[in-house]
């Protein structure tokens, strides 16, 4: 089946220093998202991709949807304590199939 | 809009029991997922509605497992008998075509 490879899988950072994570798969994809997941709460969506080469941004949060359509990489400007959570990427193909989670890459900001 | 709705956040029950998971989605979405939530194995999708009718449900792990969705507003996933590996985060999240999903705060099983 199709499968999205999340890395890293963790990531310990200073506050304010930048972070990117990235997702990629041998499967072309139409749709790509961005989620977050704080404890004890369900994924938050973070930002939606629908084009090849898309850059979208949404305060400090910028993401791009691949060229080739097999990745996509999200980066956090600045980090602040609030950011820790876990993130996960998620991929559509063509019509009304199902979202593909990757397995998330979990965040810790040290103060 | 008060989101997609579930309960209970918690369920603590014994092995052997039968449990029932309930969802409310977002008026108007016209697909609801369930998912299960582990250290392990991360999200996986059991089963998905689209209009009310399961559409595939081969996420499903046993016949122990099953869902239904008798109208747009509500839908359970039920576990008879459950098992201590059923334990995990159960999620329902509904969603609009081809539109990213909305998630519910989940419910938290365990099976002693």
């Known amino acids: 089946g199709q499968q999205l490879n999340q890395s890293p899988q963790s990531m310990f950072i200073q506050e304010g220093e930048d972070v990117s994570m990235n997702c990629t798969s041998s499967?072309?994809?139409?749709?790509w998202l961005w989620y977050k997941q704080d404890p004890g709460e369900g994924p938050v969506l973070l930002i939606a991709?629908?084009?090849?080469?898309e850059l979208t941004s949404n305060g400090r949060l910028t993401a791009q949807f691949g060229i080739t359509r097999k990745d996509s990489f999200l980066n956090i400007s600045a980090s602040i304590p609030s950011d820790v959570g876990i993130y996960f990427c998620?991929?559509?193909?063509?019509?009304?199939?199902?979202?593909?989670f990757g397995k998330g890459t979990r965040l810790s900001v040290i103060a | 809009d008060a989101g997609v709705i579930q309960s209970p956040r918690h369920e603590v029950t014994e092995m052997g029991q039968e449990v029932t998971l309930r969802c409310k989605p977002i008026?108007?979405?016209?697909?609801l997922f369930w998912y299960r939530q582990t250290m392990m194995r991360g999200l996986e999708l059991l089963i998905y509605f689209n209009n009310n009718v399961p559409i595939d449900d081969s996420g499903m792990p046993e016949d122990r497992f099953s869902a239904k969705m008798p109208n747009a507003s509500f839908s359970t996933l039920k576990i008879q008998p459950s098992e201590p590996r059923d334990s995990a985060v159960y999620f329902c999240?509904?969603?609009?075509?081809?539109?990213?999903?909305?998630f519910g705060s989940g419910t938290r099983l365990t099976v002693v």
């Open positions: 991709l629908y084009k090849a080469g």
């Open positions: 998620a991929a559509r193909g063509s019509g009304n199939t199902p979202l593909v």
């Open positions: 008026s108007g979405h016209n697909s």
């Open positions: 499967s072309i994809f139409n749709t």
């Open positions: 999240a509904s969603s609009t075509t081809n539109y990213g999903y909305t």
